[in-house]
């Protein structure tokens, strides 16, 4: 099976230098624990960062307006904007701003959707989920993510988010030549880091499935349930996995059309590379898990038939003694041995001979 921290010989790599911007904590020094609602606001100029601080939508409602003005009063200029669980009056602020179409407003306010791109006029919408794996209870956690991209300004929402979760954040590259090219870096930027946000998960479900083929193979019963949850929570991961082939697909397509430079080809192409490597992970993984449960289901339909051979061969031992015991237990005057002084030692030691008899022949035919 391939190992899926390895990447693609001869694709290019995400830079190494990044900046929390939905992060739990504010990433900025002296900063405070960041709230339901909080909106993160980065800024850069020619690719470099701009000394900023967090803004705290519900005591600034105009911070938004702010930013994407500040964004449009010189050349080279960009800016991030995160949401942490945005509120309903943030996405109308959003929404008012951009004059947004209704049904992409309709879908920032519902959220909880399948990853998928579109685009309205000049509005690049993308949503995807990051996933995180709960060793302990064996499950993914799933946070979901609209992006939208206009121009250059580009604003992450963090739509839902597992309480429990580990999640780290997402990040953007701190790169001033990847931040020249504009909001588009920052969206492949932010889908390679989701991406790779799927090899932990793949690495943690690997190394349960090895746990359950020793289970199998041990005979522990309870391995089956085991099977089955592990079993959905690789669908779950597949169903989050599988369209972002679709949306990767839809961004190629609109090279010709926007105007997409060769450096952000290649550096879309190293995504679909690393989204390629996930998805034949999480199909491999599927089919192993399948397979167990096949086998699984052969070595308990195996050791029950081994047992009914021995319940049937016990029972076949006890019916030759109840047969004669039967027999002489008939209430009738006349019957053969009835008076006769060794009769009952010959009846019962005839039992004991035709069991023993039979035991006999089922141990050398291995039933019992």
């Known amino acids: 099976m ?20 939905l992060s739990r904590r504010n990433p900025y020094p002296g900063g405070h624990r960041i709230a339901r609602g909080s909106l993160t606001v980065s800024l850069f100029q020619d690719g470099e960062a701009v000394s900023t601080e967090e803004y705290a939508a519900a005591k600034t409602p105009t911070a938004l307006a702010e930013a994407t003005a500040w964004e449009q009063e010189a050349e080279g200029r960009l800016v991030v904007l995160g949401f942490d669980l945005p509120q309903p009056e943030q996405i109308a602020e959003l929404a008012s701003l951009w004059d947004l179409h209704p049904l992409l407003v309709e879908d920032l306010l519902k959220a909880k959707q399948r990853p ?3 685009r309205y006029d000049d509005v690049l919408f993308v949503v995807t989920r990051a996933a995180s794996y709960l060793d302990e209870k064996e499950e ?3 946070s ?3 992006t939208l991209s206009r121009g250059n300004v580009v604003v992450v929402l963090c739509q839902v988010r597992q309480d429990d979760a580990p999640w780290a954040g997402q990040r953007i590259p701190r790169d001033p030549e990847l931040l020249k090219l504009g909001a588009e870096a920052v969206v492949y930027a932010f889908l390679d880091a989701l991406v790779d946000g799927y090899f932990p998960v793949l690495r943690g479900l690997d190394v349960d499935k090895e746990q359950i083929e020793r289970q199998v193979f041990g005979g522990d019963a309870a391995v089956t349930e085991r099977i089955y949850r592990l079993s959905q929570e690789v669908i779950d991961l597949q169903h989050a996995v599988a369209p972002l082939g679709a949306v990767l697909t839809g961004l190629r397509s609109g090279f010709g059309k926007y105007g997409t430079g060769d450096d952000l080809r290649a550096y879309l192409q190293d995504v679909t590379d690393h989204l390629t490597s996930v998805t034949l992970f999480v199909v491999e993984l599927r089919d192993s898990l399948s397979q167990i449960l096949s086998v699984n289901s052969t070595l308990v339909t195996q050791r029950q038939n ?5 319940i049937s061969g016990w ?11 039967a027999v002489y237990g008939m209430n009738f005057d006349e019957m053969p041995e009835l008076h006769w002084s060794l009769g009952y030692p010959m009846a019962v030691s005839a039992m004991v001979a035709l069991a023993v008899g039979i035991w006999i022949a089922f141990r050398k035919k291995k039933w019992m």
Do not use: C, Q, S, Y
Not at 3 to 16: K, L
Not at 315 to 325: D, M, V
């Open 116 to 118: 998928k791109l579109e």
């Open 140 to 142: 993914v956690a799933f």
């Open 315 to 325: 029972a076949a031992i006890l019916f030759a003694p109840t047969l004669i015991g």
């Open 306 to 310: 081994e047992d009914m051979k021995k």
């Open 2 to 21: 391939t190992n899926p921290a390895r990447r693609t010989a001869g694709t290019t790599h995400t830079p190494h230098r990044f900046i929390d911007i």
């Open 144 to 146: 979901e993510f609209h």
